[in-house]
């Protein structure tokens, strides 16, 4: 990925990042993620960017060069991560969310608390009496990154990846070319925005079953 290609509009560079592999390196291991989700957020020309009032210090990374991570805290649980994109100096980003995991799998079902080794389901009343095996979820893995903040945590990545420079090539996370995507992204308003909540700014890959649901924004209703 060249750091011209991230320079471009944000809208234009959003879906040029579907396909493309973020790979995370901690002292736990590497874990890689294909990226089929992502949103974009254009700054000072979009209410629903952090960036739309100016510079904070939670934002500063975002108005620096692009190709940088930016990772934001949110509701008091949750990391989230964008890719910084736009000329230096206008903020604008890409936020990651959802994707593949495709390198590190049983590292990524550890981190989220799934089974390293997927168990192998049967009946067991076909063999002996007793109570059948609980079935387990048809493709458990698809879960793993299946959303901003899930991706965050498969990928091990905390308020210490802020900053970090994405296309160095010593970096401990990088954004890799990957495999990439050819076709037409499908297009959609962004989740749970209440501000420019109908802008068709959310891309992902059609039918691929890690992308995550779709959900506005539902006002919270005061006693």
């Known amino acids: ?17 579907l396909g493309m592999v973020l790979r995370s390196t901690t002292p736990d291991g590497t874990v890689a993620v294909r990226l089929t989700e992502v949103e974009a957020y254009d700054g000072a020309n979009d209410p629903g960017s952090h960036a739309y009032r100016g510079p904070t ?18 509701y008091g649980m949750h990391f989230c991560m ?14 990651l ?51 901003p903040a899930r ?14 420079d994405l296309l160095a090539k010593n970096a401990p996370i990088q954004l ?15 989740v749970g925005l209440r501000d420019a909540a109908d802008r068709p700014w959310r891309f992902w890959i059609p039918n691929d079953p890690t992308v995550s649901p779709y959900r506005p924004h539902v006002p919270k209703k005061r006693p």
């Open 1 to 17: 990925m060249r750091r011209s290609v991230l320079a471009g509009p944000v809208v234009e560079v959003a879906p040029k990042l």
């Open 57 to 74: 210090a939670r934002t500063e990374v975002m108005f620096g060069p692009p190709g940088h991570l930016y990772v934001y805290f949110t």
């Open 82 to 95: 964008n890719v910084v994109a736009g000329p230096d100096g206008k903020p604008s980003a890409v936020l």
């Open 97 to 147: 969310r959802a994707g593949e995991v495709v390198e590190g799998l049983d590292l990524a079902r550890a981190r989220r608390g799934h089974p390293v080794e997927q168990p192998v389901a049967f009946n067991q009343s076909a063999v002996r009496k007793g109570p059948v095996t609980k079935l387990p979820k048809p493709n458990p893995d698809r879960d793993l990154a299946r959303g």
């Open 151 to 164: 991706l965050c945590v498969a990928l091990g990545i905390g308020r210490e990846g802020n900053g970090t």
């Open 176 to 190: 890799l070319d990957g495999p990439g995507y050819e076709g037409v992204p499908s297009t959609g308003p962004r």
